[in-house]
């Protein structure tokens, strides 16, 4: 079975801290993605990374980075924590590039900004 | 663009009542489709995913899905809903190498 790691299940930090949310996963899957989930908005794509090295933005990535030096590791990385940054951050793989290979979620990290 | 729609927010049912979860889509052509579903505190599990061929597809845990085309639906199904069945459910379109648009999700509560 495919295992998604989140590093934190809870974070609390303060407006202007540099955050790293950390994802692991086993399987050596080539595909790696950062989500927010927050209620009535659903999941919104922060960041990708297709391969090792190579990142892509998402429909979100503003005040976000993401690093990707080795392959089952991905950080999601908040420059200067904000409030408004305060959400449910969900992590994922899949094994290869195209829609049809399935998403494997980690259990994602609640992220507070005060 | 892909996008899609899940018009309820919030399901209330009866253990032991049948179920349906109702997702549309939009997109030119034939999508990937995807049901996943998140227990509270937890991260997001396929529940089943269509492709081609039959347009009824099962999934885990007793659930199935039906694509029809005509109707760009892929409504979620249960016969018999059970207690654990609540959690939240999340409709996904994908297309080519593009990325899965996820609908807003829908939460199922049980009534014992």
């Known amino acids: 079975d495919v295992k998604v790691t989140q590093s934190s299940r809870y974070l609390v930090k303060r407006t202007g801290e540099k955050v790293f949310l950390e994802c692991v996963q086993d399987?050596?899957?080539?595909?790696m993605f950062w989500y927010r989930q927050d209620p009535g908005l659903g999941l919104r794509l922060i960041y990708f990374?297709?391969?090792?090295?190579?990142?892509e933005k998402g429909d979100i990535p503003e005040g976000y980075s993401v690093s990707r030096e080795k392959k089952e590791r991905f950080s999601l990385i908040l420059e200067s924590a904000s409030t408004n940054q305060t959400s449910m951050y969900l992590c994922?793989?899949?094994?290869?590039?195209?829609?049809?290979?399935?998403?494997?979620f980690g259990n994602g990290t609640r992220l507070t900004v005060t | 663009a892909q996008s899609v729609t899940q018009p309820d927010i919030h399901i209330t049912v009866s253990e032991g009542a049948s179920l349906e979860l109702r997702c549309n889509y939009s997109y030119g052509a034939t999508p990937y489709l995807f049901w996943y579903v998140q227990s509270p505190g937890q991260g997001l599990q396929l529940l089943l995913k269509y492709f081609s061929g039959d347009t009824l597809v099962q999934g885990i845990k007793g659930f199935e899905a039906e694509f029809k085309r005509s109707q760009s639906s892929f409504n979620l199904r249960k016969p018999s809903v059970h207690w654990s069945d609540a959690a939240e459910y999340f409709c996904?379109?994908?297309?080519?190498?593009?990325?899965?648009?996820f609908g807003k999700g829908t939460k199922l509560s049980v009534i014992p």
């Open positions: 990374s297709y391969d090792v090295k190579m990142k």
């Open positions: 994922a793989s899949r094994l290869l590039t195209g829609a049809n290979s399935p998403l494997h």
């Open positions: 399987m050596d899957h080539e595909n």
């Open positions: 996904a379109v994908g297309a080519g190498s593009y990325q899965l648009t």
